[in-house]
Every structure is written in C-alpha cells, then in structure tokens.
C-alpha cells in the first residue's frame, strides 16, 4: 500500500481509538476519569514535568517546540530521562538536529489518545493489539501485559506506559519507560 495511503488511514485509526474512550469509562466504572485539558501545551507539559529534561532537549534541539506548541491534537509518547539515557545527550548540536526530529517523529502519533480510548481499543481488539502510525510513518503497537500497556514497535522497540498522563490544550503526553526506536 502507498505511503498516501497509509497516511490517509492514520485519521481513520485516531478516530476509532478516540472513540472508544467513553466506553472504556464506563466499563471501568469510572466517571470520565481522563482528566480535563489544561491550558498547557505540549511543549509546555514536556518542559515541566521534571522527569522529562532530556527529551524536552531533544525537543529544543529538533527544532520541534513550536509544532508541540501549535494547534495539534497530538499524543507524545515521551520516554522518560533514564529511558533516554546517554541518547539524549548525543543528539545534541546542530549536526544532530536530523536525528533528534525523527526520533520524536517515531514517538508522536496524531490526535489525543488517552490511555482509557488505548485501553478500550485493545480491549475492542479482542486483546490482541491496536496499531496506529506515527509521524515518522511507523507503526507502535498497542497490547496489555497484565495491567500495563506495552507500546510495540516495528522495529521491535518496547516500552510501557508509566507515570500520569496529561491532557493539554493541544493533545497528550504519555510517559513512557523506553525509546520507541532500535539503536542503530
């Protein structure tokens, strides 16, 4: 299938897992527990969050901070410092800006996913896993290991999603304890 085209059918699988999102409220018994958006954006909630210095450099260094600044929506999957590690700091300067912005290409996916429209679309799935594309064409993989959500991708990079996600005015940021890209 052309790239077109698969870029034509991320919209239609933002949707779908969007809309399972007030399913998997109620199923859970919830209220709408997905918190409401702050006036925050992306590049402001990655910046604050203390435990996401590295990736916000990379971010800076990408040249990124006005797109996760702009109209959006937009999931992060932002690994956190130690999931980062010494990567982070060698996509520093100016001759690693390439790298850094796909490497957070390979990380963001359109629209906002909330962890409860990730759950009900895998829950939807039959439990066996919802894909969506990223920004850098790629596929994650969405599956549930026990209680946690294991984020899979085509090159075999995991990573789970930890800590607290949060809603801003222009998507989600969704921590994750790994890097979504292989080591070359």
Not at 67 to 87: H, I, Q
Not at 109 to 131: F, K, N
Request: hydrophobic letters at 45%; aromatic letters at 2%; a negative charge.
């Amino acid at each position: 299938m052309s790239n077109q085209r698969l870029w034509a059918l991320a919209p239609l699988m933002v949707l779908s897992l969007a809309a399972c999102g007030g399913e998997a409220d109620k199923a859970e018994g919830g209220d709408g527990a997905t918190p409401a958006p702050s006036s925050k954006t992306l590049a402001a909630a990655i910046g604050d969050e203390g435990d996401l210095d590295t990736l916000e450099g990379v971010v800076k260094n990408a040249g990124l901070s006005d797109v996760l600044e702009g109209k959006g929506p937009y999931t992060v999957f932002a690994p956190a410092n130690a999931a980062l590690g010494t990567a982070g700091a060698d996509l520093a300067g100016e001759a690693m800006k390439a790298q850094s912005a796909a490497l957070l290409r390979a990380h963001i996916v359109p629209g906002a996913l909330t962890r409860a429209d990730i759950m009900a679309a895998i829950e939807r799935s039959g439990g066996g896993g919802v894909q969506i594309r990223t920004m850098s064409d790629g596929l994650l993989t969405f599956s549930k290991d026990g209680d946690a959500v294991v984020v899979t991708a085509a090159d075999g990079a995991t990573a789970r999603l930890t800590g607290e996600e949060t809603v801003v005015s222009n998507g989600v940021v969704q921590p994750v304890d790994g890097v979504l890209v292989k080591a070359g």
